[in-house]
Nanobody
């Protein structure tokens, strides 16, 4: 079992940047697939980005490709998401999630068995 704690959310204007982080507990972090999901009010949780256990492979939703970059530092047990050129439609609670390595890149929330509490990102126009 791993515990995840997100940080770095906030209020920004359209076009600005933000970096959210997810710190993980436990010694298994480097063997876990990691992902970022988001959920806007009244909408289902949706996939944003994912990274393989080694950090060598990344995956993105079409809606964020070119604007968001996921990365991880296994020495620090942390996964990051750099968000550039933010849009009002990016407003949501952002969650990080951890899952088995064979689900690396999965867009299905059901394949991740550990979740953080979420961090709010609000983008104003």
């Amino acid at each position: 079992q791993v515990q995840l704690v997100e940080s770095g959310g906030g209020l920004v204007q359209a076009g600005e940047s933000l970096r959210v982080s997810c710190a993980a507990s436990g010694r298994t972090f480097s063997r876990l697939a990691m992902g970022w999901f988001r959920q806007a009010p009244g909408k289902e949780r949706e996939f944003v980005a994912a990274v393989s256990a080694s950090g060598g492979t990344t995956y993105y939703a079409d809606s964020v490709t070119g604007r968001l970059t996921i990365s991880r530092d296994n020495a620090k047990n942390t996964v990051y998401q750099q968000m550039n050129s933010l849009k009002p439609e990016d407003t949501a609670v952002y969650y990080c999630a951890a899952g088995p390595p064979y689900y690396s890149g999965s867009k299905d929330p059901a394949n991740y068995n550990n979740w953080g509490q979420g961090t709010q990102v609000t983008v104003t126009s």
